[in-house]
């Protein structure tokens, strides 16, 4: 379904990108909470967050460390608040922040893949790294990284977070991935509309040239229908681009330092709202209107 404003996310922080890539990328709860809250002033509507140890940047699933910023950006903002649900071996591990801090959406990625993490090294275009855990993360066993998302597991998280009444935002890598959604929706009694995240330009999925685009939403609407919102974005300095290619196509879109910390070879974004600002000048000079979060949550079916 086509709506007749953009709603814009804010991917604040992320988990695959690192310190020792940008000073201006937001680590402690202080940082990721500010960033956050500029990033809605500036005309983001969703802030989709991770949560990093404070000590040196690496991700972590602490819930401590999470509240730290959830409570500070729901009591300055309306944003609607989106919790990454991504690290832990286990349905309930990935779960423990999110069911305990109940945000209004929760990101379930659907889809096995070669993450291909050595690739937003070479995106990034940094290679010096200061803290151990980096050198590891971004070292010769990037190759060996597959993100595992069984059905199993999927199922699993569904049925939490359909139990608790936490909205699911759907995080798809490439086509394929949507007909794995269809299979739980098809078994799961999933809110409606059905919220979809398409995440390109990683080498393990599918590129972010428009064509690719246009496949990937007819086939959402294909099997979805009116149901679904759709939401692109793209990986590395391809990200603003991307979005302004999804708005024209008829998505929502996604923008932040989780997606690409350059604006251009060699010039760091300062912020999560000079991205944002950027891509609503974009959209605005193309004549589309940005939605607020009191819009986006009636577009997306969410309790003010």
């Given amino acids: 379904m086509t709506s007749d404003k953009v709603i814009i996310t804010c991917a604040a922080t992320g988990s695959s990108l690192s310190p020792s890539m940008s000073p201006h990328l937001p680590v402690t709860p202080e940082e990721i909470a500010r960033q956050s809250i500029d990033a809605v002033a500036a005309g983001a509507a969703i802030v989709h967050l991770h949560a990093r140890d404070p000590r040196d940047g690496r991700p972590t699933n602490e819930t401590a460390v999470w509240a730290a910023f959830i409570e500070r950006i729901r009591a300055e903002t309306d944003a609607i608040i989106n919790m990454s649900a991504s690290l832990g071996s286990t349905a309930e591990d990935r779960l423990s922040a999110v069911l305990e801090l109940k945000p209004d959406l929760a990101t379930v990625i659907v889809g096995s893949m070669n993450y291909g993490l050595f690739r937003k090294v070479e995106n990034q275009g940094v290679h010096d790294f200061r803290h151990d855990w980096e050198k590891e993360l971004y070292g010769p066993t990037s190759h060996e990284i597959v993100t595992q998302n069984s059905f199993a597991k999927v199922g699993r998280m569904i ?15 490439d086509v394929g991935h949507l007909y794995i959604i269809e299979h739980h929706l098809s078994r799961k ?17 599918i590129p972010s040239e ?50 690409t910390l350059f604006d251009r070879k060699g010039r760091r974004f300062a912020s999560n709202a000079d991205q944002v600002g950027r891509l609503r000048t974009v959209l605005e000079g193309l004549d589309f209107e940005v939605a607020a979060p009191a819009e986006a949550r009636a577009i ?4 003010a």
Wanted: proline share 2%.
């Fill in 210 to 259: 428009t064509d690719h685009l246009l496949h990937m939403k007819r086939s959402a609407e294909r099997l979805f229908g009116n149901d679904v919102r759709l939401f692109i974005h793209g990986t590395g300095r391809e990200n603003i681009r991307t979005a302004a290619r999804g708005a024209l196509l008829g998505t929502h879109v996604r923008v932040g330092q989780e997606d």
């Fill in 189 to 205: 009694p999933v809110r409606r509309p059905i919220i979809v995240q398409f995440l390109t330009g990683i080498l393990g999925g």
């Fill in 300 to 303: 997306l079916g969410l309790a």
């Fill in 159 to 173: 049925d939490l977070l359909v139990e608790r009444d936490i909205g699911i935002e759907f995080e798809c890598y």
